[in-house]
């Protein structure tokens, strides 16, 4: 069985930075891409950004575009969300996820985690 484990979440102040890591543990598995989504508070599930496994390459949601960029360790089976200039409304539990080929849609994935908590402080 997958799993993935989100760390790195954590109360922020606006301005700051945080960056988050998504380790894929179990056996091994093939996937098109691995990708990030948030809940805010009171809010649907929406697409931040994803990277395509195989050639790194990435899609970012126009809210995040120029802040946030992902990355990824083929070698350690991890992917990670660098978040810079961090705004209030950036405030939600990020989750990571594994499917894909269509990115942008959270239906598209199979396997998430558990989710972790940013907040944002104005």
């Known amino acids: 069985q997958v799993q993935l484990v989100e760390s790195g979440g954590g109360l922020v102040q606006a301005g700051g930075s945080l960056r988050l890591s998504c380790a894929a543990s179990?056996?091994?598995?093939?996937?098109?891409?691995m990708g990030w989504f948030r809940q805010p508070p009171g809010k649907e599930r929406e697409f931040v950004t994803a990277?395509?496994?195989?050639?790194?390459?990435?899609w970012y949601a126009d809210s995040v575009k120029g802040r946030f960029t992902i990355s990824r360790d083929n070698a350690k089976n991890t992917q990670y969300l660098q978040m810079n200039s961090l705004k209030p409304e950036d405030t939600a539990v990020y989750y990571c996820a594994a499917g894909g080929p269509r990115v942008v849609y959270a239906e598209n994935y199979n396997v998430w985690g558990q989710g972790t908590q940013v907040t944002v402080s104005s």
């Open positions: 179990g056996r091994t598995f093939s996937k098109y891409a």
């Open positions: 990277i395509r496994w195989s050639d790194g390459g990435t």
